[in-house]
C-alpha cells in the first residue's frame, strides 16, 4: 500500500505549562493530573532529517530505536543512524550481503539493546520478493550485525508462501519472534530455534495469511487472514501466543471487520486490534 513519504522532526520542549490558562483557572488543590513541565505548552523544532526520494515503498519510515547516544531511523532504503542532539548522521547499518533491501525492523530495543532488521534479496519491488532474512543488531558495539539467517513459513500446496515485508518483536527472555507467512518462529541470541508455531492453514496445508504481529512482554498477538467472498473480502482472527510459542486459546478468535473495512494490530501492554472504515470511523 502506498503511503506519504514521511520526514522525521526531532523536537525539543519549549517553556510554559499545559495549555493557556487564565486568572482563576488553574488547577485546583485536589487536581492530580500532570503538571508542568511534564506536559509543554509548545514544541520547538531542534532539527529535521533529510527526507528521502524515490518509490514511497522503500523510503517509507519503518521504525525508530532510541539510545543514549544515537537515533536509529529505518527505512525501505536502509537505516541511518544519528547524532540525537543535533541530527547529523554518524553511520548506517549496512546490510549483511549486497543487493539486500530492508524490509522489517522491531519496533525497538531490547534492555540490553539489541535490534532486529529483516531484509528482501533481490528487487524489493517485485511481486515475489521475499522478506525472509533476519539479522540481530547489537546497538551496544554501533552497527554491529551479530548474525544473519534465513526464516520461512511453510509450503502450502508445494509452493513456498513468500510477502514482502514481515513483522518482527521481542517477547520475555529476548527471543525474538518473527512473523512468516504462515508461521512464527522464536529465535534465540545466540540464532538457535526456541520454538516455532504454524497457524491453523500451515497446518491444514491451506491458505491462511499471517497479517500481523505485534508483542509485549510474555504475550504474541497475532493477527490472521483468510481470503473469502461478498462484501467482506478478508476474514479476520487472532491468536495469542505465550513466549513458548504457545497457543494460549484453543483455537483463533474472529476478528468482525466492516465492509471495505481495515484493520491493524495496535502495539503496547494491552494489545488492542483497530478496524476502521474507508470512512475513518474506528471501533476497537
Known sequence: MRAAAVALALLAAGAGGCGQTTAGSGPSSADTGPKAPFVPARLVQAWKAPTESGDVLLTKLMATWHTK?????????????????????????????????????????????????????????????????????????????????????????????????TRLAFVSGDVLAVMTSNTVVGLRPDKSEAWTWRNPGATANSYMLNWDMTAHGDRIMIMLGVEGGGPEMWQYSVAILDAKGRQVSAAPVAMPVPPRGRVKLVGGSAMTAVGGTCSGAATA
Do not use: F
Open 69 to 165: 547516544t544515537a537515533l536509529y531511523i529505518g527505512r525501505g532504503t536502509g537505516v541511518a543512524i544519528l547524532d540525537p542532539a543535533t541530527g547529523k548522521q554518524l553511520g548506517t547499518v549496512a546490510p549483511p550481503e549486497p543487493d539486500m533491501h530492508l524490509c522489517g525492523m522491531t519496533e525497538g530495543l531490547t534492555a540490553s539493546g539489541l535490534g532486529a532488521i529483516a531484509w528482501v534479496k533481490g528487487d524489493p519491488l517485485d511481486p515475489n520478493a521475499s522478506c525472509d532474512r533476519v539479522s540481530l543488531v547489537d546497538t551496544r558495539k554501533g552497527s554491529t550485525i551479530v548474525w544473519t539467517t534465513q526464516v520461512a513459513g511453510v509450503p502450502v500446496g508445494g509452493k513456498a508462501l513468500t510477502d514482502d515485508t
